[in-house]
């Protein structure tokens, strides 16, 4: 369930951030999302009523959300950084025609050994990225 106007402000808050406008747009918007915008497409979302955001303002309000861990990159094609709210372990479906990207529950796919790397490598963390054709575009 969407997080409303004063829990948003709240979780900046206990977060240590300043509630600024920007801020709390760029947030607020992102949770409201599951298509994971780059920084481009949230720009253009934020200034459709009026232009209130520059790209610096849009990207650093990002920077900072993403260092408190409420908000995270996605990286699903290369030189395209796009951002996601969902902060929970999750895979991610990317549809070949389209773009589309949707969210894929951790438990839909099965674990990976990460013991089975060669020795030296020490894992932190994983995600599955599965490339295909959604339902929208057929095949």
Known sequence: MPLN?????????????????????VYANLLQRRDHPSAEQLLFDLNQAAPTSSQATVY???KALQS???I?????EEGVCRYDANVEPHHHFCCRHCG?????DWEELPAVDLGKLRVGLKAERYEITVHGVCEN???
Not at 5 to 25: A, M, N, S
Not at 72 to 76: D, I, N, S, W
Not at 100 to 104: G, L
Request: proline fraction near 2%; charge should be negative.
């Open 60 to 62: 650093s309000s990002l």
């Open 68 to 70: 408190v861990g409420l």
């Open 5 to 25: 106007r004063e829990e948003i402000i709240q979780t900046l808050k206990e977060r240590g951030l300043r509630v600024t406008p920007q801020r709390y747009g």
């Open 100 to 104: 589309a990207i949707e969210d894929v």
């Open 137 to 139: 575009c057929g095949d």
């Open 72 to 76: 995270r990159e996605v990286l699903l």
